[in-house]
Structure formats: structure tokens, C-alpha cells
């Protein structure tokens, strides 16, 4: 079991750059790929990235490649996302989630609002 918390949504404008955090519980972080969804309003639950258990082989969705870079940090329990050249579309609650092998979507943090004007 983990429990997952995310921070560092809010708001911010167009082109410009967050970093939200996952804080993750228990000491086998190492254990879980980590991944990041979002859902806009009105629409479904979008994957956004995901990394393996020690970092090594990232994925991204392909609406976000080259402006977002998720990463990992086990020593500290924590995944992380970084977002460049934020855009309006980016708009959307950003979910964390771990998974018990390679796969992500076991288990999910409460969101966090990212909100980018135009």
C-alpha cells in the first residue's frame, strides 16, 4: 500500500512553467512506477507520463512531449513534473499514481488543480 499526495498546482499563465510534487508514503517507493494523469473539465481522466521504479525509461502522452519531464527522486519518496510552455489546454486536475510493476493506475493521490489563462 502507498498514499500518494500531490502539490504544487495553482494558477499561472500561458507559457509559463510548475512543478508539481508526489509525495509518497512508506519506505518501497522503489517498488512503483509513478505516473501523472490529468482530467479537464467535461472531459476523461488523460495519461500525461509515467517512470519506471528507478527512473530509467520515461513515457509521455504525446500532447505534452518535449514541454513536460516527470522524474524521481527515491531517496526522498517523491516523483515529480515538471511543465514548461504551459498552454489554456493544459488546464486540468493533475492526478499522481503508483503502480506495483510496470503498469501505473494501482493507486492514486486526491489531484491537484493546475490552471493555465490565456
Known amino acids: 500500500q502507498v498514499q500518494l499526495v500531490e502539490s504544487g498546482g495553482g494558477l499561472v499563465q500561458a507559457g509559463g512553467s510548475l512543478r508539481l510534487s508526489c509525495a509518497a508514503s512508506?519506505?518501497?517507493?522503489?517498488?512503483?512506477?509513478m505516473g501523472w494523469f490529468r482530467q479537464a473539465p467535461g472531459k476523461g481522466r488523460e495519461f500525461v507520463a509515467r517512470?519506471?521504479?528507478?527512473?530509467?525509461?520515461?513515457y509521455y502522452a504525446d500532447s505534452v512531449k518535449g514541454r513536460f519531464t516527470i522524474s524521481r527522486d527515491n531517496a526522498k519518496n517523491t516523483a515529480y513534473l515538471q511543465m514548461n510552455s504551459l498552454k489554456p489546454e493544459d488546464t486540468a486536475v493533475y492526478y499522481c499514481?503508483?503502480?506495483?510493476?510496470?503498469?501505473?493506475?494501482?493507486?492514486w493521490g486526491q489531484g491537484t488543480q493546475v490552471t493555465v489563462s490565456s
Open positions: 499514481s503508483a503502480g506495483d510493476g510496470v503498469r501505473v493506475g494501482d493507486y
Open positions: 512508506g519506505r518501497t517507493f522503489s517498488r512503483y512506477a
Open positions: 517512470i519506471s521504479r528507478i527512473g530509467t525509461m520515461a
